[in-house]
């Protein structure tokens, strides 16, 4: 496998990681990674894209599905922390992603909105559009809030 960094400018370790955002509503290490940017987010809505980078594709040259996930599952993440106080634990208890049409250049966006289904579990969609408007791929998923929050520093 090629990898186009030196070794000196990789963080080799597997973890654990400690991640510190800028802010409650900005974007992770992965995020970054994908170069996704934040458009909108506000009650229970975000709106992120992505640029299609030769490194994001897959065998046939089309951007990988993985990544038109990524972006979609972060979209409706971000939609959840919209609705959700500054530090709130919660995670992705399932997820499923149909793909309408293959992405061959330019930029995607993901437009997520959640609900809140009872006291601990948000529903999320997302609708994933290429740069002509079509789109090419709709997400669904359901997130739980965590029961027992930590405090701030961790314990």
């Known amino acids: 496998m090629k990898n186009n960094q030196s070794s000196s400018s990789m963080e080799l370790s597997t973890g654990p990681h400690h991640v510190k955002l800028d802010s409650w509503l900005s974007c992770a290490p992965f995020e970054e990674l994908l170069h996704m940017k934040i458009e909108q987010i506000s009650n229970g809505k975000a709106v992120l894209s992505m640029p299609f980078f ?15 996930t990524g972006l979609a599952d972060t979209a409706v993440a971000m939609a959840c ?34 609900t809140r289904e009872g006291e601990r579990i948000l529903r999320g969609e997302a609708v994933v559009m290429d740069e002509k408007k079509r789109e090419v791929m709709r997400f669904n998923s359901l997130f739980k809030i965590a029961r027992r929050q930590k405090s701030q520093t961790g314990q």
Do not use: D, I
């Open 54 to 68: 030769h490194h994001f594709s897959q065998g046939a040259g089309l951007l990988h599905g993985g990544a038109l």
């Open 81 to 114: 922390k919209s609705l959700l106080p500054p530090g709130t634990h919660f995670a992705t208890l399932s997820l499923n992603s149909t793909f309408l049409a293959a992405v061959r250049q330019g930029r995607v966006t993901a437009h997520a909105t959640v």
